[in-house]
């Protein structure tokens, strides 16, 4: 099928993760229509990542998190102003790549003659998507960024992509991070990143593991740990403040693109399953990550810098294999600088 949209909604309500991992279908969109103004329905947590990255000329951001707790009334009525928004547009295509119920029906409503939308089992209204050829249903054995892909099938020259985008943290978000870190003692030291959270409790490897690793690495004086909480850690910083060595950086206020700079300036980042080791991917920093072994393996970075530790369930992980496997990256980094 042949065609030139020239306004073109591109939706994916998923996490950050996902939206990381949807990175490269967004380059196909830029690349096939780079004369087209594209637009973003993103979740605000990602927005700023669809921001770095260029591949959206403008943004619509919606607080997915307070529409889905606030009150009925309240999010209908805010789903009806987003609709009366995005009509208002008048886009031409409707790119749903993550495909829930509500964005299909959003993109329907939008008025776009062409939609082409994720095929989801249970998730998605298929029956909206007008695209011909469709693209293919979700197989949920594939990793996510081949599903993301596998929705542009109908545009063709799917199987040509890269499979992995990296991202270069803004000058700006770099200069912020150098001069926080002033602040600190950390001159001339090697920067480990210690990433604690993760979106779910049965994720998170212990603080107290993560406490006796930045111990570990405070021994060697050319180290310097840094904690990185996200909102939903915030209430552990008291914790942290307590159980990491006193010199431990904890860093609990970055934007995304702050994060983003702060893990480019650092070796090594070691973290739990969990939206950070997508950022820390696309930016080129090395990965430890300590990963359940029954979680799947369908959602990690597709990075050639990723050593994923999951010998077992998370509480039979021990601390020495983490530092261990975190000692052997900045040895090999020592050896090929």
């Known amino acids: 099928m042949s065609f030139n949209p020239q306004n073109i909604l591109v939706i994916n309500f998923g996490q950050l993760g996902d939206v990381v991992l949807s990175l490269p279908a967004w380059k196909i969109i830029r690349e096939k229509f780079p004369g087209a103004k594209i637009t973003a329905l993103v979740g605000k947590t990602s927005a700023e990542i669809i921001e770095i990255s260029g591949f959206a000329d403008e943004r619509i951001v919606v607080d997915r998190v307070r529409l889905r707790d606030s ?25 749903d790549l993550h495909s829930l119920y509500e964005t299909n029906l959003l993109g329907f409503l939008s008025g776009a003659k062409y939609r082409l939308y994720a095929n989801r ?9 007008n695209f011909e050829p469709k693209p293919p249903r979700e197989d949920k054995t594939k990793h996510l960024t081949e599903h993301y892909l596998s929705v542009l099938e109908p545009l063709g020259g799917v199987e040509k992509a890269k499979r992995f985008v990296k991202l270069r943290p803004r000058s700006a978000d770099v200069e912020t991070i150098k001069h926080l870190l002033q602040n600190y003692n950390a001159a001339g030291k090697k920067l480990v990143a210690l990433f604690p959270g993760a979106g779910h409790r049965s994720r998170r490897w212990s603080l107290e593991n993560f406490a006796r690793l930045a111990k570990l690495l405070s021994a060697d004086k050319n180290l310097q740990p840094i904690v990185f909480l996200g909102p939903e850690e915030k209430n552990l910083r008291a914790e942290v403040k307590e159980k990491f060595p006193a010199k431990t950086i904890i860093f609990d206020r970055l934007t995304v693109p702050q994060f983003a700079a702060a893990l480019s300036l650092s070796r090594v980042l070691i973290s739990n399953d969990t939206g950070a080791i ?57 050896t090929r600088g």
């Open 71 to 95: 009150g009925k009334v309240w999010s209908i009525g805010k789903i009806y102003k987003l609709a009366r928004e995005i009509r208002g547009k008048n886009f031409d295509f409707i790119v």
């Open 121 to 129: 089992e249970n998730r998605s209204l298929d029956f909206l998507n």
């Open 278 to 334: 997508h950022i820390g991917a696309v930016v080129g920093i090395s990965i430890v990550l300590i990963l359940d072994k029954r979680a799947p393996t369908t959602y990690l970075p597709p990075t050639e810098k990723l050593r994923v530790i999951r010998s077992g369930a998370l509480v039979e992980i021990g601390v020495e294999e983490v530092y261990r496997a975190t000692r052997e990256i900045l040895k090999n980094e020592e």
